[in-house]
């Protein structure tokens, strides 16, 4: 499984940002793929997390209302729309990918960001104030 983002850069505070991830293959046949971020000197941040079902998307708080998370699942890709952007969310933001196995797993993913199985190599935004 190979997993590549794109869309980051630089954007003023209050400016919006795509993200994209795209999947190579999966080979879960049920799904999580969520969008993880590391701020210079900070842990890493699971921030939204969407289901192959499509029923089950979960944000953080710290993103939710300003971000939206969604799927093109006919080009296994996954978006990252990103609005009202903040200094604070200036970090390298990367997608991860695991196998689905309850309702919730979504959740679990945000909180428990090393439980995903596949990673991509991130794509850095950058918000200046």
């Known amino acids: 499984v190979q997993l590549v983002e794109s869309g980051g850069g630089l954007v003023q505070a209050g400016g919006s940002l795509r993200l994209s991830c795209t999947a190579s293959?999966?080979?879960?046949?049920?799904?999580?793929i969520g969008w993880v971020r590391q701020a210079p000197g900070k842990e890493r941040e699971g921030i939204a997390s969407?289901?192959?079902?499509?029923?089950?998307?979960y944000y953080a708080e710290s993103v939710e209302a300003r971000f939206t998370i969604s799927s093109d699942d006919g080009k296994n890709t996954v978006f990252l729309q990103m609005n009202n952007l903040k200094p604070e969310d200036t970090a390298d933001y990367f997608c991860?990918?695991?196998?689905?196995?309850?309702?919730?797993?979504?959740?679990?993913?945000?909180?428990?960001?090393?439980?995903?199985?596949?990673w991509g190599q991130g794509t850095q935004v950058t918000v200046s104030s």
């Open positions: 991860g990918v695991g196998p689905r196995f309850t309702a919730y797993s979504g959740r679990v993913y945000i909180s428990n960001t090393e439980r995903f199985t596949y």
């Open positions: 293959v999966l080979t879960f046949d049920d799904y999580v």
């Open positions: 969407y289901s192959s079902n499509g029923s089950n998307i």
